[in-house]
């Protein structure tokens, strides 16, 4: 039973260029978070999706940043025309139903602008 | 919109001393959740607390759920090195229920 699994583990990104994030739920779970870390910060929500939809986008900035859950493969964070504010740990988890029990988180991506 | 609010947000203690964090939401919450995050790692779900005035025990942890369903700790008795991490408490909220984390408690274990 494998985990959440992310990839890739360590970005690095030109400022301008385009970062995509890669999360596989869960098998048999169809419910994926995104949330963001800063060094030395708390965990915050950016986005919430379900196979095909997504539920709620509130945390997610409204320019340059998108999110996809597709019928078939990965969800994709995508930031496009990165800059160095975000560099930052980005954490998936998922659950099976959204039912409100803990999280299993991913092991990240660490994405670094240069 | 709600605030999970953690303190202290550092703590230092000699191994086998005592060490608690505390967690407060600006509303009531239906449950609340901790986890643990190792230096480079990611979080890991400790336990989940529900009812008003719940406490649960994991060994040498033990988590508390206050009366009003409005705060939370967590007491570690007895440090040991493998407890260093932050340690992150949770609640739901927004619109959609979505899970709120505080900004955590650094514990540093000195051995």
């Known amino acids: 039973n494998a985990g959440v699994m992310q990839n890739p583990r360590h970005l690095v990104r030109r400022r301008g260029q385009e970062a995509r994030l890669r999360c596989s739920p869960m098998?048999?779970?169809?419910?994926v978070y995104w949330y963001r870390q800063l060094p030395e910060e708390g965990l915050k929500f950016m986005v919430y999706?379900?196979?095909?939809?997504?539920?709620?986008e509130s945390g997610m900035p409204k320019e340059r940043f998108s999110a996809e859950f597709p019928k078939e493969g990965p969800s994709i964070l995508r930031i496009q025309q990165v800059v160095r504010g975000d560099s930052a740990a980005y954490f998936c988890a998922s659950s099976s139903t959204g039912e409100r029990n803990g999280y299993t988180f991913g092991s990240g991506t660490r994405l670094t602008v240069v | 919109g709600q605030q999970v609010m953690q303190i202290p947000q550092y703590q230092h203690v000699q191994e086998g001393e005592d060490f608690t964090t505390y967690c407060n939401s600006s509303?009531?919450?239906?449950?609340i959740q901790w986890y643990k995050q190792r230096p480079g790692g990611h979080p890991v779900f400790l336990i989940q607390l529900v009812k008003s005035g719940e406490v649960k025990k994991q060994k040498r942890l033990t988590f508390q759920f206050g009366e009003a369903k409005k705060n939370s700790s967590l007491h570690i008795t007895a440090t040991q090195t493998t407890d260093v991490g932050t340690y992150f408490c949770?609640?739901?909220?927004?619109?959609?229920?979505?899970?709120?984390f505080g900004k955590g408690t650094k514990l540093s274990v000195k051995p």
């Open positions: 999706l379900q196979k095909e939809n997504i539920i709620d």
């Open positions: 098998k048999g779970h169809s419910h």
């Open positions: 509303t009531t919450l239906s449950n």
């Open positions: 949770a609640g739901y909220g927004g619109s959609q229920g979505n899970l709120i």
